[in-house]
């Protein structure tokens, strides 16, 4: 798919969607996992994959972006996704785990809130770019932390067939 340029289909105008994300699992990248994907491109199953760990987000805390870089000079397109989490209530072992995930080479899975599965961090780790621990001043401020995990790649983010999350993707407690 990475060299998939000639355009034979269209899509048609969906109805409605919803933005944001449900879910969010991280694990410790593996050079070692391998992935399987169908004929459009869905991952449908993985070897040697790593452990990943649910990272409860409320309500509208976690969000992926991926902007796209052209460069013509060259004929390179890279996907750079931004991960973006958000811990409340800034407490040891949220300190913890933001120190591990400044310093991580992360794989991940998120699940949108419109239902799809995506794995990121399948060709190389993503890490962490951007993040703060906070206390705020009001009262009304964040007590937490916060955290933006960057994937670079050629092929960028894909959908994920959500049996592979638990099987050959394990799910950590």
């Not at 991580?104 to 899975?109: D, K, R, T």
């Amino acid at each position: 798919m990475a060299n998939d340029c000639i355009i034979d289909s269209g899509i048609a105008l969906g109805c409605t969607t919803i933005g944001g994300l449900n879910r969010v699992w991280l694990g410790t990248f593996s050079a070692d996992a391998s992935y399987s994907y169908d004929a459009q491109g869905v991952l449908t199953g993985a070897t040697s994959a790593s452990t990943v760990y649910l990272m409860e987000q409320d309500m509208e805390y976690a969000g992926l972006s991926e902007p796209t870089t052209y460069t013509r000079e060259n004929g390179t397109v890279v996907y750079e996704s931004a991960l973006t989490l958000k811990f409340i209530h800034l407490t040891q072992e949220v300190i913890n785990l933001k120190k591990k995930l400044d310093k991580a080479p992360i794989f991940g899975v998120v699940e949108a809130n419109a239902g799809e599965y995506y794995a990121l961090g399948t060709k190389r780790p993503g890490r962490a770019t951007e993040g703060q621990k906070s206390l705020g001043i009001a009262m009304t401020e964040l007590n937490g932390a916060t955290i933006t995990i960057t994937f670079k790649s050629e092929d960028g983010i894909g959908t994920m067939d959500p049996s592979v999350l638990g099987t050959d993707i394990p799910v950590g407690s």
